[in-house]
């Protein structure tokens, strides 16, 4: 069973909201690739549709659109996405993770790409019991 943190990003307010997803919503995930378009039912926002656009695995290797595959690889990289040169010309080999989503995906980076009927907080905001007076 997987469980995920998922990090959702409102582009209109730019705050960003955590949210774990477990379960069946979770396993649902796994396959899905960077870029894909998903529906917000799988992390408590129906209505809404989310754009993935990254993540990271339990030790921190960040994820990379335009590697194929769910692994981890050590790739030769110049100054882009996981790797800033400190003088011009430096290259290194760096692991990263690849484009889909797997189960030793930790954090999932979401975009919303579509906005429901409800605000994120009013949706993702606890129920908050009625006081009597």
Known sequence: MADFKAVINDVKSGRSH???VSGHHANSLIGKNIGEIIDGIFVGLPGYKLKI????DG???PM??????????????SDSL???EKYPGERRRKA????AISSEIVQINMAVAEYGPK???ETLAPAEPAKEK
């Open 18 to 20: 955590n949210v774990t």
């Open 53 to 56: 656009t990254g993540g990271s």
């Open 59 to 61: 030790n921190g290797t």
């Open 64 to 77: 990379r659109g335009d590697l194929p595959g769910n692994k981890r690889r050590k790739i030769l990289l």
């Open 82 to 84: 996981g790797f800033h």
């Open 96 to 99: 990263l993770r690849c484009s």
């Open 119 to 121: 605000s994120i907080e």
